[in-house]
């Protein structure tokens, strides 16, 4: 797969903050656990991407990344990830909120140090998964799938970065 792809500005959604909070029980986590089998087999995605999201990769600023949601409730959306800590999570007020129950309300945070992005899962009950394999913490790299809950995304760093990477 190609490194080197860009994404329209116009295609990338930033990560709500707050507005999800429909259903929102302030009440015991409810997180729900479920099968360890053919749920969490790693299925790379590869270059079945849109024209649209090529664009909204190719548009990338320096020092951000995106995230391709690639199955799941919200297959399709776009998540754009520019500040140095973004939590996810069914917590209404994580930046990136994924309303189900397989979700624990403080799943993982992800961390910017300069062009480098960091997965840290937060004692979530059912794990997060980087390519395949229960992590604690992992960095992530180009095209990384991460699997939180029933959702799996794909990563992406900013061409230009991966640019200045390759040139050092």
């Known amino acids: 797969m190609e490194d080197n792809r860009r994404p329209e500005p116009d ?5 709500p903050g707050t507005g999800a909070d429909a259903g929102f029980s302030h009440g015991a986590d409810t997180t729900q656990t479920f099968g360890h089998d053919s749920d ?12 649209a999201e090529l664009d909204a990769i ?14 799941g409730p919200t297959a399709g959306a ?4 520019d500040t140095d800590v973004t939590t996810v999570g069914r917590h209404p007020e994580a930046d990136i909120f994924f309303d189900d129950v397989t979700v624990s309300r ?3 945070e992800i961390t910017r140090s300069g062009t480098s992005f960091e997965l840290v899962d937060q004692r979530s009950l059912n794990g997060t998964y980087v390519n395949g394999e229960r992590v ?4 992530l790299t180009n095209g990384s799938e991460v699997r939180v809950g029933k959702f799996r995304l794909n990563f992406f ?3 230009a970065d991966l640019a200045q990477a390759a040139d050092a």
Do not use: C, N
Request: glycine share 2%; proline share 7%; net charge positive.
């Open 11 to 15: 295609d990338i959604r930033k990560a």
């Open 40 to 51: 969490l087999s790693f299925v790379p995605f590869g270059s079945d991407l849109s024209e």
């Open 58 to 71: 190719e548009a990338l600023p320096t020092r951000s990344a995106l995230f391709l949601v690639r199955s």
């Open 78 to 81: 776009r998540y754009l990830l």
């Open 106 to 108: 403080r799943h993982a």
């Open 136 to 139: 604690d913490r992992a960095v």
């Open 157 to 159: 760093v900013s061409p």
